[in-house]
């Protein structure tokens, strides 16, 4: 049995490493790239890039002219005067690359806040396809072991018929075992439908929308350095950096430089004055301000730090789960090779005393058909255990989607272009 491809990979039609070379990778991808939340964090790039246009921006110029007349008493004279004068407001030092700083960390957290909105809906939609096929699969056995009840208590009711002494405990055994079992699969139905429902709204999907087939990338993929989780912390780490830049820039004092000329007329001839003016403020309450701002930004970086181990631990957590997982089911299709091997030599002799009026061992037909139709419970309660193993690989697989590299989660246009995560 061990050599055989999974049941329930050969319930789902998904035999094989649904990897990035599976095709249906890019079907789950595009789906999630066409979500809402996608779309509303794409319009958050383009806004965080067209930010950074106005960055580093200088002030403008400023002008201004004045006039004025001087009237004089009875032994002076009077005199006009007009006045004209350019004025640079200067940046502070270092206010400029803050700014420049400030707006490159906007986008690196727009690009990161996007690879992990994709990859918590990929995560999600992942997730809910593999408990909804799971359900499906463990939906089919029951009807498989179903039928065989039917069968059985088909035999029960033939001998009924016939006048054979039966017991009609063991019909009604068989009736509730039945009945039981109906309403399991019917809940199963559900589960699956709930899930594939829970799928759709992630997806921004209309409800009888087709649904990308399960995938999950390799765990040879994930990379702890590259991860998109990672990434937004890092991206909150050089935001906390770029805010500290410009909170040490805003201790230094504005300046502004200008020229200015002058023109006085009087009867005697005309007095041009032309002077270079340079101010600057005394910035003795803004270096207090801007000594809280940088242990602010001390205390973000420092967040944005922890920020990033705990996502490394996470992402260790996810992989070795992946691990785990795959173990257990790896453990489960073992062991239950050489249970189902003498479940069906069992069955198999029950089935053949079934053919004689009274079998050997003093039991009557009665009790030989629901001896087998336990044995047939216990092999599908068996590979029932199995399937949710597999399930629980294809979840915890589902989970990677979280870890992987922004660029695989990135639109082709952002991950193609020269990074500002560098």
């Known amino acids: 049995m061990a050599a055989r491809p999974t049941l329930l990979l050969l319930v789902l039609g998904l035999a094989g490493s649904a990897s990035a070379a599976d095709p ?17 964090a794409a319009r958050r790039i383009e806004a965080a890039q067209a930010r950074t246009g106005s960055a580093g921006r200088l002030a403008d110029p400023e002008i201004e002219a004045m006039g004025s007349r001087v009237n004089a008493d009875a032994m002076g004279e009077n005199r006009d005067m007009w006045e004209l004068s350019v004025r640079q407001p200067l940046p502070k030092r270092g206010e400029r690359a803050a700014d420049l700083a400030r707006a490159a960390a906007a986008v690196r957290m727009a690009e990161a806040d996007f690879a992990m909105t994709a990859g918590d809906v990929a995560a999600d939609v992942a997730l809910a396809l593999a408990e909804a096929d799971g359900a499906d699969a463990r939906a089919a056995l029951l009807e498989v072991q179903l039928q065989r009840l039917a069968a059985a208590l088909q035999s029960v009711d033939a001998r009924l018929a016939s006048g054979v002494a039966t017991r009609l405990a063991d019909r009604l055994t068989l009736q509730s075992r039945v009945s039981a079992m109906q309403l399991e699969r019917e809940q199963l139905g559900r589960l699956a439908a709930d899930q594939r429902a829970l799928a759709r709204g992630r997806l921004g999907l209309a409800p009888e929308s087709p649904l990308p087939a399960f995938a999950a990338p390799a765990g040879a993929e994930i990379d702890a350095a590259d991860a998109a989780t990672v990434a937004v912390a890092l991206a909150r780490l050089a935001e906390a950096d770029a805010m500290g830049k410009m909170a040490r820039a ?18 005697m001839g005309n007095q041009d004055t032309v002077g270079l003016a340079v101010s600057s403020e005394i910035p003795w309450r803004t270096r207090r301000y801007a000594r809280a701002e940088v242990r602010a930004a001390e205390a973000d970086r420092a967040a944005a730090v922890a920020d990033a181990d705990a996502a490394r631990h996470r992402l260790a957590a996810a992989v070795s789960r992946v691990a ?6 790896a453990a489960a299709r073992r062991l239950s090779s050489d249970t189902q091997a003498r479940l069906d030599a069992e069955h198999e002799a029950l089935s053949r005393s079934l053919s004689v009026s009274r079998p050997a061992g003093g039991m009557d037909g ?49 991950a193609a272009r020269p990074s500002t995560r560098d």
Do not use: C, K
Request: zero cysteines; a neutral charge.
């Open 24 to 40: 249906a990778v890019p079907g789950l991808l595009d789906a999630v790239g066409r979500a809402p939340q996608l779309a509303a």
């Open 250 to 267: 805003g201790a230094n004092p504005m300046t502004s430089v200008g020229l200015r000329f002058e023109r006085e007329r009087s009867s």
């Open 324 to 329: 785990r997982a795959e173990r257990v089911a």
């Open 366 to 414: 009665d009790s030989a058909v629901l001896h087998a139709v336990d044995i047939l419970d216990r092999a599908t309660a068996l590979q029932l255990q199995i399937l949710e193993a597999e399930t629980s690989v294809l979840a915890a697989r589902a989970e990677l989607w979280r870890y992987l590299p922004p660029r695989r989660l990135l639109p082709p246009d952002l």
